[in-house]
C-alpha cells in the first residue's frame, strides 16, 4: 500500500487560486516562472495543464516579456468589454434594488430576481441582457445572490413543530 497524498486542509483549491489573484506580484511571478520553463524548452502546450492557462496565453506572455519585460507581464487596466450600462443607469440600478419593490413596477413579486431585473432594464434602458449576465452584473454593483425561503402564513406553527418532533423520535435523535 502507498503513501498518502500530501493535501491541504485548511484551504480550498479556489481560496488559494484567489489568493495569488489578490497580490499582482504573485500574478507576474508565476507567469515570469513559466516563461522561464520555456526558456529552458519546455513547449507552451505542455505548461498548459501546469499553469490552467490556454497555451495561446503562455505565448503571449513570453512575447510580451520579449518585447516589455516584466512590465509586459502586468495585467493593464481596461480589458474586457465594455458595460452598456452608464455608471447613471448602474446608479439608477442601485437604487431601484436597495429602496424599491417590484410590486411598484407591476411585477406580482416582493423580490428582485434575475429575469425581473433583465425584463426591467429592457423597458427602461432598452438593453437586453442574459440570465447569467444579470449576475455578474449585480454582483460588480456589490450585491449577492440569495436564495430565498418560502414562508407560508398560513401554515400552523405549531402542527409543525409536533411534525418536527415525530420526525425526530422515528429517526433515532433525540
Known amino acids: 500500500m502507498g503513501r498518502k497524498a500530501l493535501g491541504v486542509k485548511n484551504y480550498t483549491p479556489e481560496q488559494i487560486k484567489d489568493m495569488i489573484k489578490a497580490n499582482p506580484k504573485y500574478t507576474i511571478g508565476i507567469r515570469l516562472y513559466a516563461i522561464y520553463q520555456v526558456s529552458l524548452g519546455q513547449p507552451s502546450r505542455k505548461l498548459e495543464e501546469l499553469y490552467h492557462v490556454s497555451?495561446?496565453?503562455?505565448?503571449?506572455?513570453?512575447?510580451?516579456?520579449?518585447?516589455?519585460?516584466?512590465?509586459?507581464?502586468?495585467?493593464?487596466?481596461?480589458?474586457?468589454?465594455?458595460?452598456?450600462?452608464?455608471?447613471?443607469q448602474k446608479d439608477r440600478l442601485i437604487?431601484?434594488?436597495?429602496?424599491?419593490?417590484?410590486?411598484?413596477?407591476?411585477?406580482?413579486?416582493?423580490?428582485?430576481?434575475?429575469?425581473?431585473?433583465?425584463?426591467?432594464?429592457?423597458?427602461?434602458?432598452a438593453i437586453q441582457y442574459k440570465k447569467a449576465q444579470i449576475y455578474n452584473?449585480?454582483?460588480?454593483?456589490?450585491?449577492?445572490?440569495?436564495?430565498?425561503?418560502?414562508?407560508?402564513?398560513e401554515a400552523n406553527k405549531e402542527a409543525q413543530e409536533n411534525f418536527k418532533k415525530a420526525l425526530k423520535k422515528t429517526s433515532g435523535e433525540s
Open 55 to 88: 497555451f495561446k496565453q503562455i505565448t503571449n506572455w513570453v512575447h510580451r516579456f520579449e518585447k516589455e519585460g516584466i512590465e509586459g507581464l502586468i495585467d493593464k487596466p481596461g480589458r474586457g468589454r465594455k458595460s452598456r450600462l452608464t455608471q447613471e
Open 137 to 153: 452584473i449585480l454582483k460588480s454593483l456589490g450585491f449577492s445572490y440569495q436564495k430565498s425561503r418560502g414562508i407560508y402564513p
Open 95 to 125: 437604487e431601484l434594488l436597495t429602496n424599491e419593490s417590484p410590486y411598484a413596477y407591476n411585477y406580482n413579486t416582493s423580490t428582485w430576481t434575475g429575469p425581473l431585473l433583465i425584463d426591467w432594464i429592457s423597458k427602461n434602458f
